[in-house]
T-cell receptor
Framework: DVKVTQSSRYLVKRTGEKVFLECVQD?????MFWYRQDPGLGLRLIYF???????EKGDIPEGYSVSREKKERFSLILESASTNQTSMYLC???????????FGPGTRLTVL | DQQVKQNSPSLSVQEGRISILNCDYT??????FLWYKKYPAEGPTFLIS?????DKNEDGRFTVFLNKSAKHLSLHIVPSQPGDSAVYFC?????????FGQGTELSVKP
């Protein structure tokens, strides 16, 4: 079974803080993705990575950055958290050539 | 621009009846379509998919229909069960990325 884990289920941060969200997958997948989910907006792609050290902007990258130093780990960084970044953050992975993405349980981030 | 749309935010169905969830898309270059199911406080889980060259795919109680001329797909759940109550997302694949709809919350009442 593919397992995607995220470092925290719930997180509360203050405006202006730097926030790190970690994601680890154990199936040796090359591709990894970060989404945020908001009511009425579905899942929106923030950043993705096709391989180690590689990263591509998704549809809403502003205010975020990512790091992929190892194949199994993909980190999302909020450089200076703002209240409009309060959301559910979802990480996913996929093998090369596959269609299905496997999701982690999500991190519910609240920025006060 | 919303390339994948689920126009019904919610749907309520009686247990044992059919649930039909709909999804519309605008880009004819999508090559694969997927449905995901999401419970609160959990990540989405894959349910069923269909290639753009097919018009139907069935897996147990779940069937996905694709109408390319109308740029429309639907998910049928028969018979619906209370455990099916969740948010359902359709997604369309282009290149390496998935584009998701807004989701439809299905409630199956006993």
């Amino acid at each position: 079974d593919v397992k995607v884990t995220q470092s925290s289920r719930y997180l509360v941060k203050r405006t202006g803080e730097k926030v790190f969200l970690e994601c680890v997958q154990d199936m040796d997948h090359e591709n990894m993705f970060w989404y945020r989910q908001d009511p009425g907006l579905g899942l929106r792609l923030i950043y993705f990575s096709y391989d180690v050290k590689m990263k591509e902007k998704g549809d809403i990258p502003e205010g975020y950055s990512v790091s992929r130093e190892k194949k199994e780990r993909f980190s999302l960084i909020l450089e200076s958290a703002s209240t409009n970044q309060t959301s559910m953050y979802l990480c996913a992975s996929r093998e090369v050539g596959g269609h299905e993405q496997f999701f982690g349980p999500g991190t519910r981030l609240t920025v006060l | 621009d919303q390339q994948v749309k689920q126009n019904s935010p919610s749907l309520s169905v009686q247990e044992g009846r059919i649930s039909i969830l709909n999804c519309d898309y605008t880009n004819s270059m999508f090559d694969y379509f997927l449905w995901y199911k999401k419970y609160p406080a959990e990540g989405p889980t894959f349910l069923i998919s269909i290639s753009s060259i097919k018009d139907k795919n069935e897996d147990g109680r779940f069937t996905v229909f694709l109408n390319k001329s109308a740029k429309h797909l639907s998910l049928h759940i028969v018979p619906s069960q209370p455990g099916d109550s969740a948010v359902y997302f359709c997604a369309a694949k282009k290149g390496g990325k998935l584009i998701f709809g807004q989701g439809t919350e299905l409630s199956v009442k006993p």
